[in-house]
């Protein structure tokens, strides 16, 4: 389904994918494929995509959401050549390019981008016993991304940071999954200090690593008095 907030159209299309669309057809990307999610899916119509690290690059789902003169915003540390599949780089994309860092700003048409850093802490609760880390810091971002005044909050792959609650977001794309993100546990805590207008969990149940339990982290974020929605990515847009 797609989830409409104020006068915008929300959906998750599934892993870390997410269509946002205005009613003047400016269309948003955020982290677009991988594991099949995009299978069949050829809109190319995203004026803007864009991209956490490298777990999350695909350049062929890329250009499968991609408009002609679409601007791919990527984190300045994706690197093709230390992912084990075939991508092309991102430089090498038929599209404007442009590197952001942990902290970094830039207009995109009608859409404000700003990127905000990611990770897991190495005494964190998604570190490993020795310290190690799967999204160490500087391997990927998250991002914040105001369209026609909403400003959407996307974590990427990273544990609740302190001074992720003090972002504005009235929409929190909600990083579920778990093992090497936050869990729904953390998600919920998060959203209740964001105070968003709207929750939507996505990044969960697509792989074997991410598992979680949507309708329980509902019933927790809507204990809390925030507004949350599921969707579903079986029910993509056309």
């Known amino acids: 389904m797609t989830v409409r907030h104020r006068d915008l159209s929300v959906s998750w299309l599934g892993y870390a ?4 669309e205005t009613p003047d057809g400016f269309v948003a990307y955020l982290d677009p494929g991988r594991y099949g999610v995009l299978d069949g899916y050829y809109p190319r119509d995203g004026d803007v995509v864009c991209i ?20 791919v915003v990527a984190y300045e540390a994706i690197d093709a050549a230390n992912i084990d599949r075939d991508v092309t780089p991102v430089e090498d994309l038929p599209y404007e390019t442009v590197r952001v860092g942990d902290e970094d700003h830039l207009a995109v048409g009608p859409a404000d981008v700003w990127s905000v850093p990611a990770y897991n ?6 570190a490993n016993d020795d310290g190690s880390v799967t999204h160490p810091e500087g391997f990927g971002c ?4 105001s369209v026609d005044g909403t400003a959407f909050f996307w974590p990427g792959d990273s544990d609740a940071l302190d001074g992720f609650e003090r972002l504005s977001a009235d929409v929190f794309l909600a ?18 200090a964001l105070d968003p207008e709207l929750v939507v969990p996505i990044h969960y149940d697509t792989i074997d ?12 974020v809507a204990s809390r008095g925030v507004p949350v ?4 990515p079986e029910e993509r847009p056309a």
Not at 142 to 145: D, K, N, S, T, V
Not at 214 to 220: I, Q, T
């Open 121 to 126: 802490e190495p005494d964190g609760p998604h």
């Open 209 to 220: 690593l991410l598992t979680a339990d949507p309708k329980a982290f509902a019933a927790d």
């Open 52 to 71: 956490t690290h490298d777990h999350h690059y695909d350049s062929d789902a890329v250009e499968q959401v991609a408009s002609e003169d679409a601007t």
């Open 142 to 145: 998250g991002f914040r991304l």
């Open 175 to 192: 990083n579920i999954g778990g093992s090497v993100v936050m869990d729904r546990h953390e998600a919920a805590d998060l959203a209740e």
């Open 17 to 20: 994918t997410v269509r946002i």
């Open 229 to 232: 929605v599921i969707d579903d």
